[in-house]
């Protein structure tokens, strides 16, 4: 593997005098419950009023809670010389990515930030809840033919990774306080090993005078990586009592606190190897002009470990010979509707500067769910 990458290297030296390029930078964090707000005190530390948590309750109602966050840079690049004296030319990609996601029941959510005074007498439902994060580099070599269409094979490096689940878990405390019981199933895992892998990315543009619209279709970061030493704990317990005491010989609130007693109701488990999915993404959008100055888009983006497929839709129109804007309404992903807005301006035959945000109103306002930005830079 490492000879094949050495050979496309040497072909892609002989082509730098020719390029085009573009580099993308983002970040990005989006929830359904959690506000700025309360989302930076629950990260960084500090005094949590009721409102907040009132106002996230709230919001989060009876559904999973959610929230994750992406950051990256991305630099992909092609040849404008054909290779070897054909159609294709070579293309290829750079890509740092984090990636962050969270799960919550609205019971979970309760215990912890109000505890269980309002729950006596009722059941408590942990299933699903998890928490996943990742950061990896990628560098990819591939062929570019007609209308810009590519498929690129990357080498990728994970350097960090940690997981958590909660498969089946239920507290319960009777009203009268005589009575406890609570059952979890789960295991968070790590490496303290970096992971190796190979990974693919591909872009299909459908463009055609004849056709009244631009299709197109992407893939990225479809691959796997291997972890060595991946560790995991887990537990497997049921907790039943009547009269749970704090302190003493055998079960007890203190004698759960100890590391003899913690080791009690966790085990550890150690693989040498373990084959892990990257976090792939598939994105399509459809692009309709309304005139020969505006037009509407469509896109559709899955993957990325997001709750539920992110839709985006909205009006573009140019605006003298060098500017373009837009305004769109994003749904889906880890959050609830929110508005986006983007501007792009354009030095023909030179460069192309293009400015997305997301949700703009949040980048002044605490009680907004999320905040996003995107700059694109493009070499013409």
Not at 135 to 140: C, E, K, L, N, P
Not at 266 to 275: A, G, K, T, Y
Not at 314 to 329: N, P
């Amino acid at each position: 593997m490492a000879y094949m990458f050495l050979v496309l290297a040497s072909a892609v030296q002989g082509q730098l005098d020719s390029l085009t390029w573009n580099a993308t930078g983002w970040g990005q964090y989006r929830s359904n419950a959690l506000s700025h707000e309360l989302g930076r005190l629950l990260f960084r530390g500090g005094h949590i009023d009721r409102s907040p948590v009132d106002s996230a309750q709230a919001a989060q109602g009876g559904e999973m809670g959610a929230f994750g966050y992406t950051a990256g840079l991305a630099i992909n690049w092609s040849s404008l010389r054909p290779w070897r004296d054909k159609e294709a030319r070579l293309c290829g990609s750079v890509q740092f990515k984090t990636l962050g996601d969270f799960r919550w029941t609205p019971e979970l959510f309760d215990l912890v930030l109000s505890g269980n005074s309002g729950h006596l007498g009722r059941w408590d439902v942990l299933d699903g809840s998890r928490m996943r994060m990742s950061t990896w580099i990628q560098v990819a070599v591939g062929l570019e033919g007609a209308n810009q269409n590519r498929i690129e094979l990357g080498l990728v490096h994970r350097t960090q990774s940690t997981e958590a689940l909660i498969r089946n878990g239920y507290f319960y405390v009777s009203e009268g306080l005589d009575y406890m019981t609570g059952y979890l199933r789960g295991h968070i895992g790590s490496s303290d090993v970096g992971s190796w892998g190979l990974v693919t990315n591909a872009e299909w543009h459908f463009l055609s005078e004849e056709a009244p619209f631009a299709f197109h279709l992407r893939l990225n970061n479809f691959g796997f990586v291997i972890a060595p030493d991946w560790t995991e704990l887990h537990v497997d317990t049921l907790v039943e009592t009547t009269g749970l005491t704090w302190t003493g010989p055998g079960l007890s609130v203190e004698s759960l606190t100890q590391p003899e007693g913690v080791s009690e109701v966790i085990s550890e488990s150690n693989q040498r190897f373990r084959l892990d999915m990257m976090p792939f993404r598939i994105d399509a959008s459809l692009e309709y002009p309304l005139g020969p100055r505006s037009g509407w888009d469509v896109q559709v983006q899955a993957g990325d470990w997001m709750p539920t497929p992110r839709a985006i839709t909205g009006y573009r129109r140019a605006i003298g010979k060098q500017w373009q804007a837009g305004i769109q309404i994003v749904v889906g992903g880890w959050g609830r509707p929110r508005p986006a807005a983007w501007a792009r301006w354009k030095k023909p035959g030179e460069h192309a500067l293009m400015l997305f945000l997301e949700d703009p109103f949040g980048w002044g306002s605490k009680a907004a769910y999320g905040r996003g930005i995107t700059l694109r830079y493009q070499n013409l």
